[in-house]
C-alpha cells in the first residue's frame, strides 16, 4: 500500500512540475508576435537594363494598426528598439535554369539604413526620431543581362517574412510577419535587358 502512495504521489508531483513548466522560450525571452502586412516594398519599374539599381524599401511608422486592434501598437514603446532586421537574397538564373546568389558588396548601394552582405543580405530599418518611423532603402545594382529574383525568407507564420526588433535584453523581443508587393511564392522575378 505504501508503494502505492509513494507511486502515485510521485506522478502526482511530475505531472505538477511538467505543467509548470510548460512556459516556452517566448516567456522567457519575453518575445511576442504579430502580422502586419505589406511593410516591404520593391521598387518596381516596367523594364530594366544593365546598372539599373532595383531598391528594396521598409518604411514603416513606430505605430502599427494590428489586426482586430482598435489601438495602434507603439512598436518603439514595446521593444525599446532602434533597429528592426529582414533577410532576403538576390538571385541571377544560370543557363541551366538553377539559380545562383548573387549579392556582394560591390553591386549594393544603401540610401536608409544599413545592410550587411554575406550569402544573404540583412536590411536594417533604423528608427528616425523626427519622422517617428524606422527607414530603410538598400538597392543592388544589376550589372548583367539576365533573368532574376528577389527572395525573402519564410517567417514565423509559414508564410509572409519576419521583421524582428533589436531589443535590449530587458525589453521585449517583436517578430512581425510582414509581406512585399508583387511576390509569387515569395519571389519577385524579373529580366535585365
Not at 508576435?33 to 518604411?59: F, G
Not at 539576365?146 to 527572395?151: E, V
Amino acid at each position: 500500500m505504501k508503494t502505492i502512495k509513494y507511486t502515485f504521489f510521485f506522478a502526482l508531483a511530475t505531472l505538477l512540475m511538467a505543467a509548470e513548466c510548460t512556459k516556452g522560450d517566448e516567456e522567457f525571452y519575453n518575445a511576442v508576435y504579430t502580422t502586419v502586412p505589406n511593410l516591404v516594398t520593391i521598387e518596381k519599374q516596367s523594364s530594366y537594363v544593365v546598372n539599373d539599381i532595383l531598391w528594396v524599401n521598409a518604411n514603416f511608422s513606430r505605430f502599427l494598426t494590428e489586426p482586430n486592434q482598435t489601438t495602434p501598437l507603439d512598436i518603439f514603446k514595446t521593444t525599446n528598439s532602434n533597429q528592426f532586421s529582414f533577410l532576403y537574397t538576390i538571385e541571377k538564373q544560370n543557363s541551366d535554369n538553377t539559380w545562383q546568389n548573387i549579392a556582394n558588396d560591390d553591386l549594393f548601394v544603401v540610401d536608409k539604413g544599413l545592410v550587411s552582405v554575406n550569402n544573404f543580405i540583412t536590411a536594417f530599418a533604423i528608427y528616425n526620431v523626427a519622422a517617428q518611423e524606422y527607414d530603410y532603402r538598400g538597392g543592388i545594382r544589376l550589372n548583367e543581362t539576365g533573368t532574376y529574383r528577389i527572395g525573402f525568407f519564410a517567417g514565423f507564420n509559414g508564410q509572409n517574412f519576419d521583421l524582428i526588433s533589436d531589443s535590449s535584453t530587458d525589453s521585449t523581443f517583436l517578430t512581425i510577419a510582414t509581406s512585399a508587393n508583387d511576390l509569387n511564392v515569395g519571389y519577385y522575378t524579373f529580366s535585365v535587358n
